[in-house]
């Protein structure tokens, strides 16, 4: 299962993040989400647990918990919205008269 982590402190690693869920069971995959330009935290991450059962009871232990300073936010990880795509902004758009 993929889960969501909000609100975390920009200094927090993958590494970090990996290790806050591995007291729930085993990690997939942990990588917090960064800039592109910047290389800079956004101050949200994704971790992916091999077990749904384990996943749920780390977001029902982690939710609202303390890491490195900041009151996280843990959820189930929602996929992206299918039906938008960025290159369809107004700039995209043709006008038919």
Known sequence: M???????SYQVTDEELRAAFENYGEVSSAKV???K???????FGFVEMAR???AETAIKEMNDSDLKGRQIVVNQARPRNEGFRRS?????RQRRF
Do not use: A, T
């Open 33 to 35: 989400i960064v800039d």
């Open 52 to 54: 749904q059962e384990d």
């Open 88 to 92: 369809e902004g107004f700039g995209d």
């Open 37 to 43: 330009f910047s290389n800079r935290s956004k101050g």
């Open 2 to 8: 993929n889960i969501y982590v909000g609100n975390l």
